[in-house]
């Protein structure tokens, strides 16, 4: 346990308590919608009766979303408030699940070739490198085993809605991977009466695309599809028929619409779990 993951773990205990959308438990799922929660692209395919880790992945909204689809789930999450989250959900549908508290970086105590699906939550930014995570994940997934993976769209990581000047958004920082020093580590958490709580953020770290797509293809991974994850709706019809409203720049939602927030990949371990030149 490093400096970093201890910063890190307190800073999203105090986000879970304050009640972050990432931890708001998702109690009105039936199978269709659950399958919208976890495979939006339709890439995964059955789950039933299979293994499935949701890595840095607590909250009570993807573990109960593969319970209901049928799998097997084991959740693993450093922040004990996010399990309680999971808790929470899998009580509310009865449903049971492994849940862990641990580091993303650290899968030890999982079995190798234990998975068929690991689906990685967009958390991974909050390491300061991923090979280490994409080493555990190769290892505990089966042949031919399925890994979903979001994170911060690196191309825009460390801009927000306050960066906006002269029509438009400036990029300023230089294009690596490292840690990304914010002009402000305040996240302003929405609470049940609409208005805003500032909680203290984690600290960041960028990951290039080219490091992380080369980090999974040196460990014997095939791309099955790359998105831009928007960030949710910008510009949403206030009555049916409504033409959507453009969103005012200089606002979260407009920051959303032109600078997609993450992106989300899913992989496919190779049959021998070894990378192509090395077979």
């Not at 205990?13 to 959308?21: D, H, K, Y």
Request: glycine fraction near 10%; charge should be negative; include cysteine.
């Amino acid at each position: 346990m490093d400096d970093i993951y201890q910063h890190n773990q307190q800073r999203w205990e105090a986000l879970a308590q304050a009640r972050v959308a990432y931890s708001r438990p998702f109690l009105d799922l039936n199978a269709e919608s659950a399958r919208q929660v976890v495979d939006s692209y339709g890439i995964m395919g059955d789950v039933a009766g299979k293994d499935v880790l949701c890595l840095a992945s607590g909250g009570g909204q993807q573990s109960v979303a593969f319970g209901l689809l049928g799998a097997n789930v084991s959740v693993l999450d450093f922040a004990e408030t996010q399990l309680a989250r999971d808790r929470e959900a899998l009580v509310h549908y009865g449903l049971s699940a492994r849940l862990e508290q641990g580091d993303m970086r650290d899968l030890s105590r999982f079995a190798d070739h234990s998975f068929d699906v690991v689906w990685h939550a967009f958390s991974i930014s909050f390491i300061p490198d991923a090979r280490p995570v994409f080493d555990e994940v190769a290892r505990v997934l089966r042949p031919g085993g399925l890994y979903h993976l979001a994170w911060h769209n690196p191309f825009t990581h460390g801009l927000d809605e306050r960066d906006f000047h002269d029509g438009g958004y400036l990029l300023k920082l230089p294009y690596a991977d490292g840690e990304v020093v914010l002009s402000s580590h305040i996240w302003d958490v929405e609470t049940a009466e609409g208005t805003k709580q500032p909680v203290e953020g984690p600290r960041e770290f960028r990951h290039t695309l080219s490091t992380v797509l080369n980090g999974l293809i040196g460990r014997g991974f095939m791309l099955r599809g790359l998105w831009e994850d928007m960030g949710g709706d910008p510009s949403t019809p206030q009555t049916p028929g409504e033409t959507p409203t453009p969103p005012a720049p200089g606002t979260w939602e407009h920051y959303l619409s032109v600078a997609p927030l993450a992106l989300v990949l899913w992989a496919q371990l190779s049959d021998s779990g070894q990378p192509a030149g090395n077979r």
